[in-house]
């Protein structure tokens, strides 16, 4: 059964850095594209940011260009999503999901303010 759990959210200032993890199990992670998702308050899920099975491909939100960087570990079944330059928009629980085997984690609450 496919396994997801994130971890690394927190309480963070404006301008600060957070680095997400999710750890993958029962599936073959090395095989299948990743993605993180978020969910602020109010507002609809959305696509974060997309790495392909081998790591060479990256895609990102416009609104997080420039500023988060997806990237994984094979060896160690690990996506991340280190997130620079945060801002108050950027609250929301993240979510890491496995598109191909339909496996979501449970989030984790990122919260950027003062």
């Known amino acids: 059964q496919a396994q997801l759990v994130e971890s690394g959210g927190g309480l963070v200032q404006p301008g600060g850095s957070l680095r997400l993890s999710c750890a993958a199990s029962?599936?073959?992670?090395?095989?299948?594209?990743m993605t993180w998702y978020r969910q602020g308050p109010g507002k609809e899920r959305e696509l974060v940011a997309r790495?392909?099975?081998?790591?060479?491909?990256?895609n990102y939100a416009d609104s997080v260009k420039g500023r988060f960087t997806i990237s994984r570990d094979n060896a160690k079944d690990t996506v991340y999503l280190q997130m620079n330059s945060l801002k108050p928009e950027d609250t929301a629980v993240y979510y890491c999901?496995?598109?191909?085997?339909?496996?979501w984690g449970q989030g984790t609450q990122v919260t950027v303010s003062s």
């Open positions: 029962g599936f073959s992670f090395s095989n299948n594209p």
């Open positions: 790495i392909s099975s081998t790591g060479l491909n990256t």
């Open positions: 999901h496995a598109p191909y085997v339909s496996s």
